[in-house]
């Protein structure tokens, strides 16, 4: 599924474009929804960029409007630097413009708690915030996500998107590569099953540029690290997609050996991602093969956008619009599932569970030194 395109397959391509236009432009998107009901759920989005500057978040609501329900938010856990020496009076805000390096912004996780916090009640029920601002190599990640939770109580359901491997990302942040393999890892994923936090992890399944019938560089150590943590749901974003690692012939096959191994049933995937959705709709092949997937495992997809601070509806939901051939093949319960279902479900027991682990492990001050103390379930080594 998803190979690269021939010239024939651009046609194709040309020509299932036309048909999705005159698709979107004849019928309503979502044959599903009930008139005035959400249409979806966003498993995936920034609200911030690479510099850390986004969308304000009442604004962002009236983009949201009533065609989505409920949005997981969170900012970029890097920050481009601005690096005189290298591009000169040129700032760059995106990771590709620069050689500078990116390091690690935690403040991005304040950012997005204290714009939560300025919403009426009503308009938090619509959020999910994630905790991104911790470095994954780092064996003390998991104490900056329970910092985190115990500073801003009643606030986070997940962590995420945080990134392992990722073509040019992984390369620009000094210091020890993240790995896999990285018992930090281990702590940060141990951890948020303790605490009940949805995970959602971004790593490219294969290194740019793969060719086929070579299995992914990275599938082996996914499925262990995988198997090792099998409590607390793990979403795989983009289905394992980078921007320059396409898919290759056997994607599908692959996701469904996951998808049918009783060891990873807490594993699911997001369909976020233009670069992704590309891929997807490329043809009616590509599309049939993904529906069949998503069909036969209803329960493991979810719909998101991978947007970064949009301006404008449209922008934010090119891409639900660009799955129009996707949602067309769906039985209507995938359908609902993918794009509102599965988000429900997840993210109703991750606010429960997390609002018990926050009851369970108050502290009295969050400027005290107890923050660092452990708490009634606590269960890190220190
Ligand atoms: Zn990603």
Partial sequence: MWSGFSCRQRTIRFVTGIAVLFLISCHSATPQSKPGEPEINDVHFHLTNYIQNGTDIHDFLSIMGNKVGRVALFGIPLQQQWSYQNTGDFAPTYYLQT?????????????????????TPKQQARFDPMITGF???????????????????????????????????????????????????????????????????????????PKEGVEPVYLAQMKALLKK????????AHCGVGRIVRPVKQHAAMLESILSDASMQNVYFDISWDELAKYIVASPESVRITADLINRYPDRFLFGTDEVAPA???????????YQPLWERLTPEANDKVRKGNYERLFDEARRKVREWEQANRISSAAGSGMLQSGKGQSLPR
């Fill in 99 to 119: 050689d500078a390096p990116l390091y690690y912004y935690s403040f991005t996780d304040a950012y997005i708690a204290m714009a939560y916090q300025s919403l």
């Fill in 135 to 209: 470095n994954p190599v780092d064996m003390y990640a998991a104490d900056h996500i329970r910092r985190v939770l115990q500073t801003f109580p009643g606030v986070f359901s997940g962590i995420g998107e945080f990134t392992v491997h990722k073509e040019f990302v992984s390369g620009k942040i000094p210091g020890e590569s993240a790995s896999l393999t990285n018992p930090a890892l281990d702590r940060i994923l141990d951890f948020a099953a303790e605490v009940g936090l949805v995970v959602l992890i971004h790593n490219d399944v294969d290194a740019p540029f």
């Fill in 229 to 236: 943590h099998p409590h607390g749901p793990i979403i795989w």
């Fill in 312 to 322: 404008t509806q449209q922008k934010y939901l090119k891409i639900y619009s660009q």
